[in-house]
């Protein structure tokens, strides 16, 4: 599969733990976005990163962090988890910095559920 | 600060009827604005950017800046269409920086 990846597909956990969710852009790709898609907020922007550094930040919160490795892969850790952090976490990629311009492709998701 | 209202939770017509799904925008600069759809168990992508002005799928959508809209039409529905809509707002430089905004969604249901 030459689009975006995401794993795992489903995580479930309890709060005050951590979890790491990972994405790898499709081939080519150097920019690589987050979004957290909840049933009350929709889907919100939380970062994105260009060819290792970060490009753009939206609602993160600083519980939460992300970086892209020289392989282009993302991860997006979540600590001190609470029950509100439950969503579906998305990750998008394209090929340029340039968010206006450039096509997102995004990933299947991680379902992220907090007990 | 921007932001991208999409009013209508779930539209619901039947298979050849007229659709428009609504999208406005609050935007202080130039805004490119994208639709993207998520067809059951499959995932995000895009069906249409402002830019480019063309149709895809038969889906067309015309930047309104007087009235700050950017609805989706199409003619005629098909079954195939039922899917759920968002659109979204690139964003502009906020620092520096491009903020996405995507609307909170519309589902829409074409009945045979």
């Known amino acids: 599969d030459s689009g975006v990846t995401q794993t795992p597909k489903h995580l479930i956990t309890a709060t005050g733990q951590r979890v790491t969710l990972r994405c790898s852009p499709r081939?080519?790709?150097?920019?690589v976005y987050w979004y957290q898609q909840s049933l009350d907020q929709g889907l919100q922007f939380l970062i994105q990163y260009y060819n290792g550094e970060e490009r753009a930040k939206g609602n993160i919160l600083e519980r939460f962090s992300a970086q892209q490795f020289p392989d282009l892969h993302s991860e997006l850790n979540l600590s001190s988890l609470e029950l509100g952090d439950s969503a579906l976490y998305f990750c998008?990629?394209?090929?340029?910095?340039?968010?206006?311009?450039?096509?997102?492709?995004f990933g299947p998701g991680t379902r992220l559920l907090v007990l | 600060a921007q932001r991208v209202t999409q009013p209508e939770k779930l539209l619901s017509v039947f298979k050849g009827a007229p659709v428009e799904l609504k999208c406005n925008y609050s935007y202080s600069g130039s805004p490119e604005l994208f639709w993207y759809v998520q067809y059951s168990r499959q995932r995000l992508q895009l069906l249409l950017r402002h830019i480019s002005r063309e149709s895809i799928k038969g889906f067309t959508a015309d930047l309104n800046k007087g009235e700050t809209s950017f609805h989706l039409k199409k003619p005629f529905a098909q079954e195939e269409d039922s899917a759920m809509y968002y659109c979204?707002?690139?964003?502009?430089?906020?620092?520096?920086?491009?903020?996405?905004?995507f609307g909170r969604g519309t589902s829409l249901i074409v009945h045979p």
């Open positions: 081939s080519g790709d150097l920019s």
């Open positions: 998008a990629s394209s090929v340029g910095a340039s968010v206006g311009e450039e096509t997102q492709y």
């Open positions: 979204a707002l690139p964003g502009g430089p906020t620092g520096g920086s491009y903020i996405p905004t």
